[in-house]
């Protein structure tokens, strides 16, 4: 089955910004629906942002914030994070979003705080 792999998380100040990549395995991955999900400690895994084809949707909570991208050739999905908040820590993956979910990867921390 098809795997991701999560990079890119770091420490950075509030206002600063990261990039996080999702290269996935498979020769299926063009067809997928993918997204960014989040999880912050003790609360559950939020939906952030998704792309379908070029159609892309954001939460509420970083509307305006991210940008999500994918390379179907590199078979990977990006995620540009700007204005970062304190409240955007949390540890960050990707998967599809319709359908039987991929393995999920580790996941990237993302940490922000002066």
């Known amino acids: 089955q098809a795997q991701v792999v999560e990079s890119g998380g770091g420490l950075v100040q509030p206002g600063g910004a990261l990039r996080l990549s999702c290269a996935a395995s498979g020769s299926l991955f063009s067809l997928y629906d993918m997204g960014w999900y989040r999880q912050a400690p003790g609360k559950q895994r939020e939906l952030v942002a998704t792309i379908t084809g070029d159609i892309t949707n954001y939460a509420d909570s970083v509307k305006g914030r991210f940008t999500i991208s994918r390379d179907n050739a590199k078979k990977t999905v990006y995620l540009q994070m700007n204005s970062l908040k304190p409240e955007d820590t949390a540890v960050y993956y990707c998967?599809?979003?319709?359908?039987?979910?991929?393995?999920w990867g580790q996941g990237t921390q993302v940490t922000v705080s002066s």
């Open positions: 998967n599809k979003v319709r359908g039987p979910a991929l393995n």
